[in-house]
């Protein structure tokens, strides 16, 4: 009977995970907002995010760190770097892609079965789209956000987000999902955790709380996606507390996009550097100490 051992991690691997997660998903997301947007009739086909780089952190590493770091990544160089916030509207966005990311990550218990990990990765992103998509049509449905696409017919709402839940889910969720994260993760497995000082887990060890779809798991996303909802409400009233912009964006166009890619890009470059030091001299002096993932 082979006995699992917990997955733990150093504080300073930790935080390496968190910031690496944060300023890659902030660069990618920047890039994203240079990609126009297609139309084919009623359709629009536009690059929502490209969730493959949280999806494989989150499987490779400790998810939660992985998960919350890119949320971060997204407010910090997609809004704040802009000069802009959306206050309690942020909340909203924050919460459902950690949790969705976060779950996807738990999923994995081997990195290297591709099942596992294209299931996890669209999962992930149903996850995701699911819970934006409910919390629109409440929005409306409890009257804080006006729309009708067919006049006096506020229930057009659901037809609306569901054809835009697919499009995200088909188009986004496969693209720059599904297919990427299924040809990183068994790649970067086993080659990107040294440089981490960490060793690669399998299937052998488990994260602290076991289990994929625990009680706690599921009471814990019921209890975000009702405190998402909550803040999303407010956001579109008077409660909207937090919200600023500077007109940074409008000042400099396009130019605020590449300043925050740049910002990114330096916080990236800084985590990678940092990484190659601290394994060339654990290397070089042969203290091996931290090349565990568990305690």
Known sequence: MNRKTLYTLTSSQKMMIFVLSMSLYGLSNMFTELIPEFRLGPIELSVEYFAFIPLTLCMLF???????????????????????????????????????????????????????????????VIIHQLCSSLVDIGKVWIGVEEFEAVPGLAQSVV??????????????????ALLPTLYLVPRLYGKIEPLLGIKPRDKSTKYEAAGVISPKLVLSGIALALIAFGAESLSETDWNFGEWDSGLADRLGSGAIWLSIAA??????????????????????GDESENLPYA
């Not at 037809?159 to 720059?176: A, C, K, P, T, Y």
């Open 159 to 176: 037809i609306v987000e569901g054809v835009s839940f697919l499009n995200d889910v088909l188009f986004s969720g496969i693209l720059f």
């Open 62 to 124: 400790h998810p939660l760190y992985a998960a919350v770091g890119a949320a971060l990544g997204e407010v910090i160089f997609g809004e704040l770097m802009l000069g802009q916030f959306g206050g309690l509207g942020e909340l909203e966005k924050f919460l459902t892609f950690s949790f969705a990311m976060y779950v996807a990550g738990r999923m994995v218990r081997n990195p290297q079965n591709r099942l596992q990990v294209g299931t996890a990765a669209i999962t992930g």
């Open 264 to 285: 990114a890009a330096i916080v990236a470059v800084i985590v990678l550097l940092i990484m190659r030091a601290k394994r060339s001299r654990s290397i070089q002096t």
